[in-house]
């Protein structure tokens, strides 16, 4: 392996996307339909705050309490978005800061989970995650591979075998992408979770994992054997 201390670039933080939502109370099979005919997404809104148990408070529309165990519960909230407005969080890499426009207030958030129909491949319902100035928070990130690796050069072919990596961190601290530079990077070399640095982020992911590795192509080996 080698070890490599990459840098992570403060341009590649987390782009801020705007998303109006509407609370949900009719959570029937009926109201559903009736939303996905209209152009609207079911979606839970989780993450919100903790409260001791028995609740005595008064939740909003669209609010329920999910009892955590005897003494705790956590308040999420079923949503409905438009179809439309959802298209640039679904359908690209990139991951985003939401500012989730709910019965008056705007609340921070992030996608976590989508569900698709199988055969049509349509959206069925999205998880949101509200998050919070200094709770830390686990997301999948891309992985951009940057520079010419010295192993490619030599004849062999880069394999990124990793897409995304699972971090930990404040959300104002997770970039929208995670770039590897491979200048370095032998012939037959790889890297793994473990060579890699980024400056405010625990890496969750298993510290043996190869992210990317240059392969020894059938030139590379020909060329290697005439130098012998």
């Known amino acids: 392996m080698v070890n490599i201390i990459i840098f992570l670039v403060t341009q590649f933080k987390m782009k801020k996307f ?7 109370q009719d959570l029937g099979k009926k109201a559903v339909k009736a939303l996905r005919n209209a152009g609207k997404i079911p979606a839970v809104l989780n993450g919100g705050k ?5 609740f005595n408070g ?39 800061e939401i500012d989730l426009e709910l019965n008056g207030k705007t609340r921070k958030a992030v996608m976590k989970d989508l569900a698709f129909q199988p055969v049509k491949d349509t959206v069925l319902h999205i998880d949101f995650l509200e998050v919070y100035p200094d709770k830390p928070i686990v997301m999948e990130v891309p992985v951009k591979i940057e520079g010419h690796a010295e192993g490619v050069k030599a004849g062999g072919k880069l394999q990124l075998s990793m897409r995304k990596l699972k971090v930990k961190a404040l959300y104002n601290e997770i970039p929208e992408k995670l770039v590897v530079n491979v200048d370095h990077l032998g012939l037959g070399k790889s890297l793994a979770v473990g060579d890699l640095h980024f400056e405010g982020l625990e890496l969750m992911n298993a510290k043996n994992a190869v992210v990317c590795a240059v392969q020894l192509t059938r030139a590379a080996r020909g060329a290697a054997a005439k130098a012998e």
């Open 18 to 24: 705007n998303l109006k939502a509407e609370a949900r």
């Open 50 to 54: 903790l409260v001791e148990l028995p």
């Open 58 to 96: 008064t939740l909003e529309a669209g609010e329920k309490l999910v009892e955590l165990d005897a003494k705790r519960g956590m308040i999420t909230t079923d949503i409905t978005v438009n179809a439309e407005d959802v298209r640039k969080l679904i359908y690209t890499p990139e991951i985003f």
